[in-house]
Nanobody
Framework: QVPVVEFGGGSVQPGGSLTLSCTAS????????MGWYRQAPGKKREFVAA???????YYGNSVKGRFDISRDNAQNTVYLQMNSLVLEDTAIYYC??????????????WGQGTQVTVSS
């Protein structure tokens, strides 16, 4: 397991965009699926998006068609481009560097989380 660091959270108006980044620490290349979960107040953790080492992405139903995940393998970094944001996207977003079963499991060490707030 490797630690991760997230950046890019903030406040945005509905319909706006925001980009998150997550970097896995360590000197070796990390070949596991990396991605994002989120947790809104009073709700359970929800899978958002993940991407394989080979660059194949997959998304949770609530963000499909709006979010775009990518990664830079040389930098052990994954990005989440969030578009057409709505109020329901407000949550703390957590990166995980070891995701399996199309987002069913997250086995890596969680990032510290970054707050995304969508409001007028």
């Amino acid at each position: 397991q490797v630690p991760v660091v997230e950046f890019g959270g903030g406040s945005v108006q509905p319909g706006g965009s925001l980009t998150l980044s997550c970097t896995a620490s360590g000197r070796t290349l990390w070949r596991r699926d990396m991605g994002w979960y989120r947790q809104a107040p009073g709700k359970k953790r929800e899978f958002v998006a993940a991407i394989s080492w080979g660059g194949v992405p997959y998304y949770g139903n609530s963000v499909k068609g709006r979010f775009d995940i990518s990664r830079d393998n040389a930098q052990n970094t994954v990005y989440l481009q969030m578009n057409s944001l709505v109020l329901e996207d407000t949550a703390i977003y957590y990166c995980n560097p070891d995701i399996t079963e199309n987002g069913e499991y997250a086995s890596g060490v969680w990032g510290q989380g970054t707050q995304v707030t969508v409001s007028s």
